[in-house]
C-alpha cells in the first residue's frame, strides 16, 4: 500500500480484556516496529522485526504484551487482559533495511483505551 | 540505556521568526539523526535527517549536527503558525530508532 495502515484506529476495552491490534506496513519494507505513546508523553519501543530474523522484544513492558508478524507483512499486536495503564496511542512504523539512510514511516496509529 | 533529551518547552516565537531547537544524545555510535513533527492527535511525520557534521538544508528547516558535541538541533526560518506542533528530535541506536520526549513549538501569529 501507500503507507503503513493501521487498524482499528480507535479502540474502547473493559479491563481484563484481550485486544489484538493489526499494521500492514508499506510494501517492500522489511522491517516493523511497535511504539506506545502514552498521552503528554514520547515514544516508547516496543518490538522490533526485520525480514525472517528473530523479533527483539525488548521493550515489550510485560508478558501481557506479544506480537507476531505473519509472512514478513502483516503484523498483529496482542495486550492480554489490559489494564488502564495500556491505554495510549499505539504506533507502527515501518522502514526499508537501511534504517541508517530512511528513518521510520509511521501509520496513524490505534488509541487504545482501557475502562 | 541510551538516550535522547530535548527540552520539553513550550518553546514560544512569533510569527516570522527563527525557531531553534535542541537535542542531545547519548549513543557515541549513533550515525543518523531525525527531526519528526508531531501534530496534536496525529502521528509523527519525518522532516528532516541528518547524518553528517555541519547543515543541512531543506526549505526553510535547517538542520545542524556536531557529533564531537553529540549535539543536534534544528533551526525553523520564519516561522508560521502551522510550524505549531511537538518537534521529536531521533537518533538510531543499533537497529532501532530512540526518540527524545518532545519540544512543543507554539508560533503565534
Known amino acids: 500500500g501507500a503507507g503503513v495502515s493501521q487498524s482499528p484506529s480507535n479502540k474502547v476495552t473493559e479491563k481484563g480484556k484481550d485486544v489484538e491490534l493489526r499494521c500492514d506496513p508499506i510494501?517492500?519494507?522489511?522491517?516493523l516496529y511497535w511504539y506506545r505513546q502514552s498521552l503528554g508523553q514520547g515514544l516508547e519501543f516496543l518490538i522490533y522485526f526485520q525480514g525472517n530474523s528473530a523479533p527483539d522484544k525488548s521493550g515489550l513492558p510485560s508478558d501481557r504484551f506479544s506480537a507476531e508478524r505473519t509472512g514478513g507483512s502483516v503484523s498483529t499486536l496482542t495486550i492480554q487482559r489490559t489494564q488502564q495503564e495500556d491505554s495510549a496511542v499505539y504506533l507502527c512504523?515501518?522502514?526499508?533495511?537501511?534504517?541508517?539512510?530512511?528513518?521510520?514511516?509511521f501509520g496513524s496509529g490505534t488509541r487504545l483505551t482501557v475502562v | 540505556q541510551k538516550e535522547v533529551e530535548q527540552n520539553s518547552g513550550p518553546l514560544s516565537v512569533p510569527e516570522g521568526a527563527i525557531a531553534s531547537l535542541n537535542c542531545t544524545y547519548s549513543d557515541r555510535g549513533s550515525q543518523s539523526f531525525f527531526w519528526y513533527r508531531q501534530y496534536s492527535g496525529k502521528s509523527p511525520e519525518l522532516i528532516m535527517s541528518i547524518y553528517s557534521n555541519g547543515d543541512k538544508e531543506d526549505g526553510r528547516f535547517t538542520a545542524q549536527l556536531n557529533k564531537a558535541s553529540q549535539y543536534v538541533s534544528l533551526l525553523i526560518r520564519d516561522s508560521q503558525p502551522s510550524d505549531s506542533a511537538t518537534y521529536l528530535c531521533a537518533a538510531t541506536s543499533y537497529d532501532k530508532v530512540i526518540f527524545g520526549p518532545g519540544t512543543s513549538l507554539s508560533v503565534i501569529p
Open positions: 510494501s517492500g519494507h522489511t522491517a
Open positions: 512504523a515501518s522502514s526499508l533495511a537501511s534504517l541508517t539512510l530512511y528513518g521510520y514511516t
